[in-house]
């Protein structure tokens, strides 16, 4: 069974930062891509950030380059986001999600539950 | 400002059927699939339609998805109270190198 299991969220103040895991299991990750995708509260998905199989294409969201830096180890079946210079308006549950992406097709086929950043004084 | 372009909210009886649209242009929806997302209230988002109209093990046919161009429309049929939650169309965007998401659209059944 697929699993993703997100951790390391939690409350921090303007311009702190925040490492963010994903435990994989279930699956081989070194197998497949993997996505960031935040929801603020009461609001709709926003796509965050992309990283292949090997890390060799990264892709973000204006809203986070610069700030925001997507990594994994395959060895230890883990995602990363490594949060800096945090916004309020960054508060939101974060989910840690499978993809798969190629030249014509793009879907999340596995969320994990998501972990709560709440960014505030 | 969502790329992709969802009604907010739609609703009818049980047993009936709604369709939900998403708009998108020909840097997205028009070069790429679209997968559809279902979100009941206070869990994770879960993959119902992908490849336009494609469904994953165990989702019932119900549940369907079309596109033509540049929009993609997700069907359901036989509505019951359990798919009231909010819907979600999503894809790649090749000119701005982003997955993208329609703003959501909350299914009420009445």
């Known amino acids: 069974e697929v699993q993703l299991v997100e951790s390391g969220g939690g409350l921090v103040q303007p311009g702190g930062s925040l490492r963010l895991s994903c435990a994989a299991s279930?699956?081989?990750?070194?197998?497949?891509?993997m996505n960031w995708v935040r929801q603020s509260p009461g609001k709709g998905l926003e796509w965050v950030s992309y990283?292949?199989?090997?890390?060799?294409?990264?892709y973000n969201a204006d809203s986070v380059k610069g700030r925001f830096t997507i990594s994994r180890d395959n060895a230890k079946n883990s995602l990363y986001l490594q949060m800096d210079s945090l916004r309020a308006e960054d508060t939101a549950v974060y989910y840690c999600?499978?993809?798969?992406?190629?030249?014509?097709?793009?879907?999340?086929?596995?969320w994990g539950q998501g972990t709560l950043v709440t960014v505030s004084s | 400002q969502s790329v992709l372009t969802q009604p907010p909210s739609v609703s009818a009886a049980p047993g009936q059927k709604v369709t939900i649209s998403c708009s998108g242009s020909?840097?997205?929806?028009?070069?790429?699939?679209v997968s559809w997302y279902q979100q009941l209230p206070g869990t994770a988002p879960k993959l119902l339609i992908y490849?336009?109209?494609k469904r994953p093990s165990g989702i019932p046919d119900r549940f369907s998805g079309s596109k033509s161009g540049t929009s993609a429309t997700l069907g359901i049929t036989g509505l019951q109270t359990a798919d009231e939650a909010d819907y979600y169309c999503g894809t790649w965007d090749n000119s701005l190198s982003v997955g993208v998401f329609g703003g959501g659209t909350k299914v009420t059944v009445l």
């Open positions: 020909s840097s997205n929806i028009g070069n790429y699939y």
């Open positions: 490849d336009n109209n």
């Open positions: 999600a499978r993809v798969r992406l190629d030249s014509s097709t793009y879907r999340i086929d596995y």
């Open positions: 990283i292949s199989s090997s890390s060799y294409s990264i």
């Open positions: 279930g699956f081989t990750l070194s197998g497949y891509a």
